[in-house]
Structure formats: structure tokens, C-alpha cells
């Protein structure tokens, strides 16, 4: 059975490939970036036979949401809210399967941690949200919030590889999401889209690659 060592030059392809494609090529832009994340659902499906099943399903289905989520994004208009819905629930399924793998709040130190950050952000972003999008953008940024915690509560819980694969995950995910949200909504600057991207793959690669590494 082909190693993860053997997808991960795909996924970077094909994610460099629709970086490029957000700045020179939206149809390339367009076919790229669902199959980036796709991809990564198949190796979790490929790869994760012996992984925990629970987890492994909760993870599957928040990379089919991303995917959602992803093709919002990039159509032309204002999907943003379908967008924000398609990963709010991403976010959920990967808190879902994380807490198959430790309690919640296993460690207190990593949801103080990441509460204080999304505040910061909110408070950053607060004066420059439209009156209809508040209460949707805090619950996202809760949400996410408290997967990227549970994430590092896990590996603190558990210290295997499959932790910290997805604390690196959640963290990537983080900061792709405030560095999304700050362009958006409060700062936009040039570099945003490659930021964005890179460090949102890098995201769904350690949180896919958590499910082919969890053991029970």
C-alpha cells in the first residue's frame, strides 16, 4: 500500500496549481481546488483501513464539507455565507471525531489559549462585520476555536503521532481562517489568497493525516 510520502507531492501540485490559478487562471483556479482537498480525502480513505473507524468516518466527512465549502468560495457572487455554513459543520465533524479520541477539555491550557486568539480576532474584526453577519461569524470562530483546542487537548491527552498531527492541523487552520477573515473584512493586502491557501491545505494534510495515524 502506497505511504502518505506518495500522495503529498499530488496534493502540493494540485494546491500550488489552484494558487496560481486564484491569480491568473480561474478555471485552473476553479478545477484545482476542490480536487486538492478531495485528494486528501482519498488518502484518508486509502490510507486509514487500520486507523480508528469512528475517527477516520468523522474526518472523511469533514473533508467532503471543506470540499462544499471550498466551491462556495470560489464562485462567482456572494457565497461567503454558504461558504462560512459548508465549514461550520467541517468544523464539527472534525470536533465530532476528536472527541472519540479524547474526552473534551482533556487539557485546559489549549482552549484558553486558542479563546483568547479567536477574542483578539474578533475584537479586530468587530467594527468592520456587517450587523447581519456578526452572531453567524462568532459561532464560526467558536467552533473553530474549540476544534483546533480539542485538537491539541487530544495530543496532550494522547502524545502519539496522530495528536500532533492534528493540533498542527487545527493551528493551520486558525490562522488561515483569521488571515482569510482580516483580508476580507478589515485589512486586505496582496499576498492574502496565497496565505490563505497554503496554510488551509496545510491544514486538511495534517488533519487527514491524523486519521491514517490514529490508532485506538
Known sequence: MPSAAAWWPWVASVAAAAIVGAYAAPWLHYLCKPAATLLIAAMVLRLGAAAEPGYRRAIVA????????????????????????????????????????????????????????????LYVLWPHLPGELR??????????????????????????????????????????????AIDRFAAPFAAAQALVLVSYWAAQWWIGRSATLARS
Open 62 to 121: 469533514g473533508l467532503l464539507l471543506s470540499t462544499a465549502g471550498d466551491v462556495f468560495l470560489m464562485l462567482p457572487g456572494d457565497w461567503f455565507v454558504f461558504g462560512l455554513a459548508s465549514f461550520l459543520c467541517a468544523h464539527v465533524a472534525y470536533l465530532v471525531g476528536l472527541c472519540r479520541r479524547a474526552r473534551p477539555f482533556a487539557a485546559a491550557w489549549p482552549f484558553l489559549a486558542y479563546a483568547a486568539l479567536a477574542g483578539s480576532v
Open 135 to 180: 452572531i453567524p461569524v462568532i459561532v464560526y470562530v467558536a467552533v473553530l476555536a474549540a476544534m483546533a483546542a480539542q485538537a491539541a487537548a487530544v495530543w496532550r491527552a494522547r502524545a502519539d503521532r496522530a495528536g500532533a498531527a492534528a493540533a498542527l492541523g487545527g493551528a493551520c487552520f486558525v490562522l488561515s481562517d483569521a488571515t482569510l
